[in-house]
């Protein structure tokens, strides 16, 4: 029986930077990694944004403010280093209200904690940036703001990890094994592994069960649309616009950004979705789970923490092109029905629920046992942050129980 140091669950970003970083701190450490997908990227990490983010969004105290800023340097870097496409192109946040204004602060606080560099600018300022947002009063810039070809820095990773030894099994779901023994069966091989990495994205709950571990988590996912800004009048947006988020919940609203392609689109949506993998409209689906998921957004519902009815009102009428324009006009009123265009790009955003307290976590969750170590809450902005992530999690595994 093959023997390894590591296995890793799922060839996400998260996966693959964990690996990446064990190898970066002993090249002859033995990795497999499995994924159950037939390629890398399928699900969060070849469907996002591809937005490198500052980190002006997390408090101080926060896992996501630690590893933000650090993690997009390091991404910058990684891309420069490996001819991946990457721009930093900054983005602007606007205020669409009075209420906005209080939120805005609290985002420059945030930005001076974490020694981010963000400016406060009148409506008129960031009109000569973004000569087409109406900025209610105020906004604020964000130079370091980036976009990235994500798929690529993962295909990177797969590519350079593969050439350094790193075994990576596709076709491989890893919900049928058994976890006690340190012995998994894969491809019809047995391997045995020092620790265990579960790095599932929206399978992570799952995973980390049977080791006695997140049982007060559920994962639910969050249906992220796209519309595409009609080429001839993408000029609307030179680079990124976004509204002040609502900073009660951990998605930041409809945006507009030019993402590394060139092209523009508006999105995403954060609508409640009834499967982890529900990216058209049935496909995805599984009774069973559908009902699982039903029952956990009625009791966010009933409880209505973190105005959670608003969130479901708001983001469930989005399905509805004309309440979608709405939330683009408040950035960019120019914008007509017409200049959106439907898009094929979707995503879903596993995001953690605490069922005991009925409340959406609001930062990364890593929980650990004696032999492995599981990333509950990977959602935005893990991408960003990978490269710092995976450090903190590494460190993590290292530190004794
Ligand atoms: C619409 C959208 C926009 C976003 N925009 C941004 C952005 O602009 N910037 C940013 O920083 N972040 C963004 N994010 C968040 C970011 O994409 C995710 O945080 C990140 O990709 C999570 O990576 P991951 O490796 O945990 O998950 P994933 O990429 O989902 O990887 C998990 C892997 O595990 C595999 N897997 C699952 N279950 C099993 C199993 N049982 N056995 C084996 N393998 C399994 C899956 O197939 C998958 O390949 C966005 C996310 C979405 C959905």
Not at 24 to 53: C, F, M, W, Y
Not at 150 to 162: N, P
Not at 173 to 191: L, Q, Y
Not at 221 to 231: D, I, Q, S, V
């Amino acid at each position: 029986m093959e023997a390894f140091d590591y296995l890793i669950v799922g060839a996400g970003i998260v996966g693959l930077s964990t690996a990446w970083e064990l190898k970066r701190r002993d090249p002859n450490t033995r990795i497999l990694i499995l994924e159950k997908e037939q390629r890398v990227g399928v699900h969060a990490s070849g469907r996002n944004s591809g937005v490198l983010h500052s980190g002006i969004y997390y408090g101080a105290n926060t896992l996501k403010a630690k590893v933000c800023a650090a993690g997009a340097a390091k991404m910058r870097e990684f891309a420069a280093e490996h001819g991946i496409r990457c721009k930093r192109s900054g983005k602007v946040i606007v205020a669409t209200s009075a209420k906005d204004l209080i939120t805005l602060e609290r985002l420059l606080n945030n930005a001076r904690d974490n020694h981010i560099r963000a400016e406060k600018l009148d409506a008129d300022t960031i009109r000569s940036i973004e000569p087409h947002a109406y900025p209610y009063q105020a906004g604020i810039y964000s130079p370091d703001t980036a976009v990235i070809d994500s798929l690529g820095v993962v295909e990177k990773l797969r590519d350079l990890l593969t050439n350094q030894g790193v075994i990576l099994r596709y076709g491989q779901n890893v919900n049928t094994v058994k976890f006690d023994t340190r012995v998994i069966e894969a491809s019809g091989e047995r391997f045995s592994y020092g620790f265990l990495f579960n790095c599932a994205g929206a399978n992570a709950d799952r995973i980390a069960r049977p080791f006695g571990v997140g049982g007060q988590y559920a994962l639910l996912p969050f249906k992220g649309l796209y519309y595409k800004l009609a080429p001839g009048r993408d000029y609307l947006v030179k680079s990124s616009i976004y509204p002040v988020p609502d900073i009660s919940l951990p998605f930041l609203g409809v945006h507009l950004t030019r993402v590394i392609s060139g092209d523009v689109y508006a999105g995403p949506t954060a609508i409640p979705a009834f499967g982890r993998e529900n990216y058209g409209m049935l496909s995805g689906l599984h009774v069973g789970e559908s009902l699982r998921i039903g029952w956990r957004l009625l009791q966010m519902y009933t409880s209505n923490r973190q105005n959670f009815r608003y969130l479901m009102h708001t983001e469930m009428s989005k399905y509805l092109k004309s309440h979608f324009l709405e939330a683009v006009q408040k950035l960019v009123p120019e914008v007509r029905a017409a200049d959106l265009l439907p898009s094929a790009k979707v995503g879903i955003r596993p995001q953690l629920v605490n069922i005991r307290e009925r409340r959406l976590e609001m930062d990364f969750v890593l929980e650990r046992t004696p032999y492995s170590l599981h990333v509950l809450n990977a959602i935005s902005p893990a991408f960003t942050s990978s490269f710092a992530f995976a450090e903190m999690i590494v460190d993590r595994h290292e530190i004794a129980v």
